[in-house]
């Protein structure tokens, strides 16, 4: 039979159109609701009583407390919110180069933690644990990076602002419209995703992707098996890979301790290419930004996950992974 004969591409096209529906439809039950939930924590004051928590532990990293708000409007939301906060406070002109480095690096590993920590949980990985690694590792991260940069003398001169966006008042309009076109950008992400990693598997390039990984996932301790899980976060990043990574999670082919160890490298160290762009706008140093932070990211997957084959199945169970469940549950 011809492999591009119309039974085949109908065929072809029926399952991608399924694909495409469960991703998105379990990706948006979870975004939507949270989404709602944190405007109205936001217009309650929420994200700045957070910011206040936040505030003496920005010292411990070389930051002025007022850098609080920017990472928690980061954390609760994303880096977008976080960049407007920074743009629009006047300490950022007061900062060098090196502490806008460490706070990028903040933004970095822990950003949008309500709809992404969540992504995580449903795929297998216990909330607390997504949390303690995200947010302790961008703490002891920014930490590092503050050492290296105060001990070296290096990237201390005055941060200067190559682009500065025009601020304009946020209505509640204009916040509906923006959080529409977020994820009509999205439900696009997902067809165009879907779709090209078919082909990738149809064409066979998707086992040589694997194969050519390979020794990079060894060295993390991670098994083949999460390769496609690997890609797209690293790429794309876990808001727009969710409903994916949760469909590959759930067809139950990846192990349960693969399935924790590539979930927390990509809670580390993903969307490099867009998060790594976005910081730097704010005068975020590459050095710090995406080298360090992807040679930290690597190491402290490599040695958890050594960890991690240390502890019981009891352990495994009780603290790092919980079953797959249902976006709505």
């Known amino acids: 039979m011809n492999a591009f004969s119309v039974p085949v591409v109908k ?21 939507i609701p949270v989404i709602l939930i944190i405007k109205l924590l936001e217009e309650m004051g929420g994200i700045e009583w957070f ?23 980061t954390m609760a939301t994303n880096i977008y919110a976080g960049m407007l906060v920074f743009f629009t406070q006047s300490h950022q002109e007061s900062l060098s180069v090196a502490q806008v480095t460490v706070l990028g690096g903040l933004l970095l590993m822990a950003h949008g933690l309500p709809i992404e920590a969540r992504i995580a949980q449903i795929a297998g990985v216990r909330m607390r644990a997504t949390l303690l690694l995200r947010i302790g590792g961008g703490l002891v991260f920014a930490w ?38 977020s ?20 064409l066979g390039i998707e086992k040589l992707m694997a194969w050519l990984l390979q020794p990079l996932l060894r060295m993390l301790g991670i098994g083949s098996e999460a390769t ?29 301790r693969d399935v ?15 998060d790594t762009l976005l910081v730097m706008l704010l005068g975020a140093h590459i050095s710090g930004v995406l080298w360090m932070r992807l040679f930290f990211s690597l190491l402290v997957v490599a040695v958890l996950t050594r960890w991690m084959d240390s502890k019981s199945e009891q352990f495994h169970q009780r603290y790092l992974i919980r079953p797959c469940q249902k976006a709505g549950n």
């Open 144 to 181: 590092l990076l503050n050492l290296i940069y105060s001990q070296g003398g290096w990237l201390q001169q005055p941060n200067e602002l190559l682009w500065q966006p025009e601020i304009v008042e946020d209505t509640f309009l204009a916040w509906t419209v923006h959080q529409i076109k």
């Open 11 to 31: 065929a072809f096209f029926q399952e991608l159109y399924s694909e495409i529906h469960d991703v998105s439809y379990t990706l948006f039950k979870l975004m």
């Open 260 to 274: 924790f160890a590539a979930m927390a490298f990509l809670g580390l160290c993903h969307s490099l290419i867009e």
């Open 228 to 256: 496609t899980i690997s890609i797209v976060g690293v790429t794309l990043g876990l808001s727009f890979g969710g409903g994916l990574l949760i469909k590959e999670a759930k067809a139950g082919q990846i192990s349960k």
């Open 183 to 202: 994820l009509l950008v999205i439900q696009l992400v997902i067809i165009a995703l879907l779709t090209g990693l078919k082909l990738l598997k149809l």
């Open 51 to 73: 910011a206040s928590l936040l505030g003496p532990l920005m010292a411990m990293v070389g930051l002025p407390d007022s850098t609080a708000l920017v990472w928690a409007t």
